[in-house]
């Protein structure tokens, strides 16, 4: 549906870093791919992928993270065949945890602590339309 939030599997990033996280957990290339399967079946979607970070650092430092973290994203699925124009890059930096600095601090250990934060930085897509159509070349 239009405007609703979907998750993406496991599309994470390492800490301070705009690369997908690949290793023993998480592939989010993999996860990418997904996505990817689901925009070749239904080739009228127009989407945003929204990037976010986690809760530390600087507003305007993560701000500029998440939207290099979108645009990763994006690059991705363009380097498989996407059209760069059903697709816009948002990144919401540190604005929209799902797990808060509270939550966080309450935790036991600071491997869970850490869990957490990487909770936070994901990436979700959004249908924006459904009236895509590739232009003529």
């Known amino acids: 549906m239009i ?7 496991l599309v994470q990033y390492p800490y301070d870093e705009a690369t997908l996280l690949v290793n023993q957990e998480v592939n989010s290339a993999d996860s ?3 996505l990817f399967d689901l925009l070749l079946t239904n080739g009228n979607f127009v989407i945003q992928l929204e990037a976010h970070t986690d809760t530390r650092g600087k507003v305007g430092y993560n701000q500029e993270l998440s939207q290099r973290r979108a645009q990763t994203c994006v690059d991705y699925l363009v380097s498989k065949g996407i ?5 816009v890059a948002v990144g919401k930096g540190k604005s929209e945890p799902k ?12 491997e869970e602590k ?6 936070n930085r994901r990436t979700i897509f959004k249908i924006l ?9």
């Open 3 to 9: 405007g609703i939030e979907y998750d993406l599997p």
């Open 32 to 34: 990418l791919n997904f």
């Open 83 to 87: 059209s760069k124009d059903r697709m």
């Open 99 to 110: 797990i808060s600095d509270k939550e966080i601090n309450a935790m036991a250990t600071e």
């Open 114 to 119: 850490e869990a957490a934060h990487q909770v």
């Open 129 to 137: 339309r459904y009236d895509y159509v590739p232009k003529e070349e």
